[in-house]
């Protein structure tokens, strides 16, 4: 494979002519771009407008909106899409993050576009977060039927508040979405455009391969969620954790101090599930909230931070220190990054997408049979499948989950250390395309585009249409016994 890199580098030192070319277009109005961590660039904001819902003939018209990063190149291919994770997350809010100079070094085959999905950012049109009356009983312990039940009502509940503010959840769904990007490349004027996506952003770019692939150019996938894939399978979870351990048993002290993670969660589940813990959680105004611990708390804690094989230090000393009956990290963690307050609540694009895209009746079935199999158990993806009983209307039928097909050329990253789009799920992700190109890389997790240049080499000789073939790139799996809290 080419190195790439330092004609990216070139063709970036050439930037400030052809961004001096550059030019608002009809609709767009130039802004400073501000990174998280950069120098602000020259972009230009622009939107347009598409029906809520299509099959409505009186539907209310929505804005979606982009920031355009223009080419750096007087030869720029089609415009570049980039298709946010989540679902729920931004173009523009990812741009900012650890992906900027990605987003720039982009630039050099065409107009790189951070899309704000419908529902989401700049195309977010005033859409309130519903704050429901089911209350969550943080402070005593609640079966996991019950937890599903609390659930299900406040996002029957949500929805017709949605409804009462003349938003139709019915239009956010991939299908819908689908169509936008289809609108904003005749909104663009280009015969066709490029998708690049990550994590639910493949979940759409499938969708578009599969609905109007005359209309891509390339699509670059990462982190492949399926069409049907919306809920993982537990089996395949329990794959992981096999890969995490052989993984963990190549580094002698930490074989030594975690030899059997599965037993280890098992351990500490059960312990929860016979004596949940009551815990005190420091507040910011000087005080403290009760919060009953139970098993499923740590369950989505851990299939959230294992994403990434980073966290697997952290995720292993907590669970080492639940083992002794200790909270110090536990604490800690839900002080910083969970809610604990008493309400539920919803926003309307996430949970509409995860709703509408669901899951085939032999899948469910297959997920059931294997909970067992994971520790995660049924809470990878909560509140899906639990949303399943309610919001009917919202589902797209397994037409949309079972076929797919496709003739545009897709370059799909996968990570083997990815605890939430697994090694086996990616590959039956693009079953049904025909001109997929597959770059495994060892031990990346799932947010893997700027952990080596050799993706990022990948990327830019596949947007020049230079042969990519199915390959392995081999990164260095961080030391597992490292974590923040330092315990």
Request: charged share 20%.
């Amino acid at each position: 494979m080419k190195n790439l890199l330092m004609a990216g580098m070139a063709l970036l030192v050439s930037a400030p002519l052809a961004l001096a070319q550059a030019a608002p277009r009809p609709g767009e109005v130039e802004i400073e771009f501000t990174p998280g961590n950069g120098d602000p660039v020259t972009a230009y904001q622009g939107s347009f407008q598409v029906p809520e819902y299509r099959a409505d003939p009186d539907s209310r018209m929505i804005e979606l909106g982009y920031v355009r990063f223009p080419a750096t190149t007087d030869d720029p291919g089609s415009p570049i899409i980039y298709l946010a994770g989540g679902p729920g997350g931004t173009g523009t809010g990812t741009a900012r993050g650890r992906r900027f100079s990605l987003f720039m070094d982009m630039r050099q085959h065409g107009d790189v576009y951070t899309f704000d999905q419908r529902g989401t950012g700049l195309s977010e049109n005033d859409i309130p977060v519903c704050v429901s009356s089911v209350t969550d009983t943080v402070a005593q312990e609640v079966s996991d039927a019950e937890w599903a039940v609390s659930r299900q009502q406040a996002a029957v509940e949500c929805a017709a508040f949605w409804a009462d503010q003349g938003i139709d959840l019915r239009g956010y769904t991939t299908m819908e979405s689908v169509h936008d990007l289809s609108d904003l490349r005749r909104h663009l004027g280009a015969d066709r455009i490029s998708l690049w996506g990550i994590s639910y952003g493949s979940h759409l770019a499938l969708a578009a391969l599969n609905t109007i692939d005359a209309e891509l150019d390339r699509v670059i996938i990462a982190s492949a969620e399926g069409l049907d894939q919306t809920v993982k399978l537990p089996s395949r979870t329990a794959s992981y954790f096999q890969r995490l351990q052989d993984a963990i048993n190549a580094q002698p002290a930490a074989a030594a101090a975690y030899p059997d993670v599965v037993g280890l969660m098992r351990r500490v589940h059960d312990r929860l599930d016979e004596a949940p813990v009551l815990l005190d959680i420091p507040q910011d105004d000087g005080t403290t909230r009760a919060f009953m611990l139970q098993r499923r708390d740590v369950q989505a804690l851990a299939g959230g931070a294992l994403a990434d094989p980073t966290n697997v230090g952290l995720v292993l000393a907590l669970y080492s220190e639940l083992d002794r009956g200790e909270y110090v990290i536990m604490t800690a963690l839900i002080q910083r990054f969970m809610d604990i307050r008493e309400t539920i609540d919803f926003r309307a694009m996430p949970l509409a997408m995860d709703r509408a895209s669901g899951i085939t009746e032999e899948r469910l079935a297959l997920f059931n049979a294997q909970l067992p199999q994971s520790p995660i158990g049924a809470f990878l993806n909560a509140p899906m499948p639990q949303l399943l009983p309610v919001l009917t209307e919202l589902d797209l039928g397994d037409d949309f989950r079972t076929q797919l097909s496709g003739e545009t050329p897709v370059l799909l990253l996968t990570g083997t250390l990815d605890s939430r789009t697994y090694i086996e799920g990616q590959a039956e992700a693009v079953q049904g395309l025909s001109d997929v190109t597959q770059i495994t890389i060892h031990n990346a997790g799932h947010n893997l585009f700027m952990l080596s240049p050799d993706i990022q080499n990948a990327m830019h000789a596949f947007m020049q249409d230079e042969a990519v073939a199915d390959s392995d790139i081999w990164l260095d799996a961080p030391d597992f016994l490292a974590n923040p809290f330092g315990r």
